[in-house]
């Protein structure tokens, strides 16, 4: 059981240590609203990761093959999902976020904000299928409820643990930024991920064109 937690772990930590537009929004929100705000962004990726490894691990083919089927129309959606919140960063002014007290309210929105992200990213599921192969992991290996479950809590944990060191790391070097700077560092954040969603989408709209 120890084993199908630990892998289950480094599968975790391998599907979030790729910096893509989560964790420039994971480190925006660090260096803007704090550590809990990164935090919370972060476990909103936790629960989507945690989510596509238990559809692999449960064989529901049938789902990875509707993702695959309709992968145009999702990275084209998930795109302008990205690019959209990449525009709301780019606005959004980082110190008035800062002189704003932190609450659950905030915390929930940031949560909600990652997971709406990530769960419209269908690469996510390709991604933890390949990391499942590589520690040995497969459906038939988990067919019990509870190595099911261990090795999902593992998978949780590890994408959590990363976030919380990601998280951490970053705040300890956020009080050297300047005002000025974070609003730069806010602009930056913004263009990238409007421009990997808008890359996503234009990749969408290739492969539908394709398919017609």
């Known amino acids: 059981m ?12 391998g599907a979030s240590i790729p910096l893509g537009p989560l964790g420039v929004l994971c480190v925006q929100k660090t260096l803007s609203k704090g550590r809990n705000s990164g935090l919370f962004t972060g476990l909103g990726a936790s629960v989507s990761d945690t989510f596509y490894a238990g559809l692999s691990l449960i064989g529901l083919s049938f789902v990875e093959n509707l993702i695959n089927e309709n992968r145009a129309i999702v ?36 949560f909600v904000e990652a997971l709406v992200m990530t769960i419209t990213n269908p690469g996510a599921i390709f991604l933890i299928l390949g990391l499942f192969a590589a520690v040995g992991i497969n459906s038939s290996d988990n067919a019990g409820n509870i190595s099911i479950i261990t090795t999902l809590w593992g998978v ?8 919380f ?8 070097f956020r009080k050297k930024f300047r005002l000025k700077q974070l609003m730069m560092i806010n602009r930056i954040a913004g263009i990238i991920i409007a421009v990997l969603g808008i890359i996503s989408a234009c990749d969408g709209i290739v492969k539908l064109i394709i398919a017609r």
């Open 2 to 13: 120890l084993v199908t937690l630990l892998k289950g772990f480094i599968v975790g930590l």
């Open 75 to 110: 990275m084209l959606v998930g795109g302008i999902i990205i690019a959209l919140i990449g525009l709301k960063v780019y606005t959004t002014n980082p110190i008035k976020q800062i002189r704003q007290k932190s609450s659950n309210k905030r915390h929930l929105e940031d």
């Open 156 to 163: 949780f944990l590890g994408t959590a643990t990363w976030w």
């Open 165 to 172: 060191i990601l998280t951490t790391t970053i705040n300890v």
